[in-house]
């Protein structure tokens, strides 16, 4: 299938960024650390993490320029292809970063931390929201900014802000829950884990099939263009 094919020429463009990705997977950590321990010091990371695919994600669409640009359209491949490629692209590496959370949440247990399954379930729509976020960005830039160089700030403001604004929301989220804990109001959310790990599942369902009409969009519009 070629669109696998594009999406590993997406890595091998952005090869480079791949080698910052365990630096920032021990920032995320020692961020969420900072903020608080146990499970909630992991929703903290995972939102971190999420906020660094919202931006990295989208890095392809800026090495699609110049030489890169005339390379990859010399390739034989449908404009479906070609966008499958890169969307391919960006749900792999949020998968990826999905996947060291996942990691990170097996270590918790193995050293004994208390893992509440209701705070698994968050983590659910968490990458739900990473996946929506780096859906969001890839229609943005296929409809606005996609080879438009005058876009740039613009398009620094989407790759950043909606991530840092999901980041922000953990945490104050986060520190809700450790405010009502003191105070003996807090609700007992263990009790109602089950729903939780349903809403994040259909999150992270709705999610992917958010994901194809996007991408069902974008093949829409380029297939009117001569590049994508």
Request: charged fraction near 15%.
């Amino acid at each position: 299938m070629r669109a696998i094919s594009f999406m590993k020429i997406d890595y091998v463009l952005t090869r480079k960024q791949m080698y910052f990705m365990p630096v920032f997977f021990v920032l995320a950590w020692v961020v969420g650390t900072g903020v608080t321990e146990g499970a909630m010091s992991l929703l903290v990371t995972c939102s971190y993490m999420f906020f660094v695919a919202s931006i990295f994600s989208t890095a392809p669409f800026g090495y699609c320029v110049g030489k890169n640009r005339g390379f990859l359209l010399l390739l034989p491949a449908t404009v479906k292809e070609r966008v499958a490629g890169r969307f391919l692209y960006g749900l792999s590496f949020v998968a990826l970063l999905g996947v060291l959370c996942a990691a990170l949440w097996g270590v918790y247990a193995l050293t004994g931390y208390e893992l509440p399954l209701w705070t698994v379930a968050i983590g659910l729509c968490e990458l739900a929201a990473g996946i929506l976020l780096m859906a969001l960005e890839f229609l943005f830039f296929y409809l606005f900014g996609e080879g438009k160089e005058n876009w740039q700030y613009l398009s620094n403001i989407v790759r950043v802000a909606p991530g840092m604004a999901m980041f922000f929301a953990v945490n104050a989220f986060v520190g809700e829950i450790q405010d009502m804990t003191p105070a003996g109001t807090s609700v007992d959310l263990e009790a109602f884990a089950g729903k939780f790990m349903q809403a994040g599942v259909a999150a992270v369902a709705a999610s992917l099939l958010l994901t194809a009409a996007a991408a069902a969009v974008c093949v829409k519009v380029i297939e009117k263009r001569d590049y994508a």
